[in-house]
């Protein structure tokens, strides 16, 4: 079954380059039109006509599109769509309402109480999305958390 359109969510904080290579790779090998999709959700307390939200959504809208532009160079269709609310809502009304045949979803592979916390959208979309969903894990990083201070400056073991 060929996928003709792809939506493709991006966190509007987070750099997205690895999600917009492999969404580049599965666009061209369709040779699919795609929709990269922001979603803002505001602090509470935040109304979206505050100067604050209104900055943010030109920031994001702005990144987006510069996006788009890099995603264009592949000669394939490429659309941007920003929306607010809840991030999981928003991407399955999007799908729906835009006709995508399939989500390319980017995931940082949390686990534990980052897990709980942060919760996973990727998981969510997977679960309630009506289209396949391709999950593409972030490259590995080692957060400062994860360094151990006493071991950092050593060399590693020889055997």
């Known amino acids: ?35 990269l999709m922001a979603v803002l959700e505001l602090p509470v307390g935040v109304r979206p006509s505050d100067p604050e939200a209104e900055r943010f959504r030109s920031e994001v809208e702005g990144r987006l599109t510069a996006l788009a532009d890099d995603f264009g160079r592949t000669g394939l269709p490429v659309a941007t769509l920003v929306r607010e609310g809840h991030t999981v809502t928003e991407i399955l009304e999007a799908l729906t309402r835009l006709g995508t045949d ?15 916390v942060l919760g996973s959208i990727a998981e969510a979309v997977v679960r309630r999305s009506p289209v396949p969903v391709l ?12 360094i151990n201070p006493a071991t950092e400056d050593q060399p590693p073991p020889t055997e």
């Open 1 to 35: 079954m060929p996928y003709q359109n792809l939506l493709v969510p991006i966190a509007p904080t987070e750099d997205a380059g690895w999600l917009l290579a492999r969404a580049a790779e599965v666009a061209a090998g369709f040779q699919a039109s795609t929709v």
């Open 135 to 146: 999950v593409v894990p972030a490259p590995l990083r080692l957060d400062t958390e994860d």
């Open 102 to 116: 399939m989500v390319v979803i980017g995931t940082h592979g949390r686990t534990g109480i980052r897990r709980l």
